[in-house]
Antibody
Framework: QVQLQESGPGLVKPSETLSLKCNVS????????WSWIRQPPGKGLEWIGYILYNGKNNYNPSLGGRVTMSVDPSKSQFSLKVNSVTAADTAVYFC?????????WGQGTLVSVSS | DIQMTQSPSTLSASVGDRVVISCRASQSLNVWLAWYQQKPGKAPKLLIS???GLESGVPSRFSGSGSGTEFTLTIGSLQPDDFATYYC?????????FGQGTKVE
């Protein structure tokens, strides 16, 4: 059974960098795509981007080039950084196995952007 | 980006009702469309992929249909566990995009 668990600060100041990690168990990092999706409070879902085990990635242009993802197969972990955050980046952030259709999701972690 | 529009935004229904949710894409998706169910405070759960392919373990009262730009999710007989928000999502063209959601209440 695949399990994903997000971790990271729940509060980030405006203009700073949001950093999250996702720990993966029950699945090999190799050969899989890994994604981040976010959901502002009370709103819909937005695909942030994905990264392959070998580092190949694709980010949603809607985030204006502020996104960086990385993967560490040796730690069964992948990461998300969003720089220059504003209040509009306040959301529940989900880490997800796969790209396109996604069957395995983390529980999500709320990140608030506020001074 | 492909725009996904769901209707209605909110749907009031009772146990036993047949429920139909529509999803329209701004350009053709072929059949590259998925449906998810989300309950408050939880991650979305995949119900249907490739427009009509029911995921393992999902009750057969859920069905999907459509191709191109018009899709529907049907719940044959609404059960108490089905009150939730439903999202369609296209994975035909990156960036993948979601509909705004339909809340079944």
């Amino acid at each position: 059974q695949v399990q994903l668990q997000e971790s990271g600060p729940g509060l980030v100041k405006p203009s700073e960098t949001l950093s999250l990690k996702c720990n993966v168990s029950g699945a090999s990092m190799t050969g899989n795509y890994w994604s981040w999706i976010r959901q502002p409070p009370g709103k819909g879902l937005e695909w942030i981007g994905y990264i392959l085990y070998n580092g190949k990635n694709n980010y949603n242009p809607s985030l204006g080039g502020r996104v960086t993802m990385s993967v560490d197969p040796s730690k069964s972990q992948f990461s998300l950084k969003v720089n220059s955050v504003t209040a509009a980046d306040t959301a529940v952030y989900f880490c997800v196995k796969g790209a396109g259709v996604t069957r395995d999701w983390g529980q999500g972690t709320l990140v608030s952007v506020s001074s | 980006d492909i725009q996904m529009t769901q209707s209605p935004s909110t749907l009031s229904a009772s146990v036993g009702d047949r429920v139909v949710i529509s999803c329209r894409a701004s350009q053709s998706l072929n059949v590259w469309l998925a449906w998810y169910q989300q309950k408050p405070g939880k991650a979305p759960k995949l119900l249907i992929s490739q427009a009509s392919g029911l995921e393992s373990g999902v009750p057969s009262r859920f069905s999907g249909s459509g191709s191109g730009t018009e899709f529907t999710l049907t719940i044959g007989s609404l059960q108490p566990d089905d009150f939730a928000t439903y999202y369609c999502q296209q994975y035909s063209s990156y960036p993948w995009t979601f509909g705004q959601g339909t809340k079944v209440e």
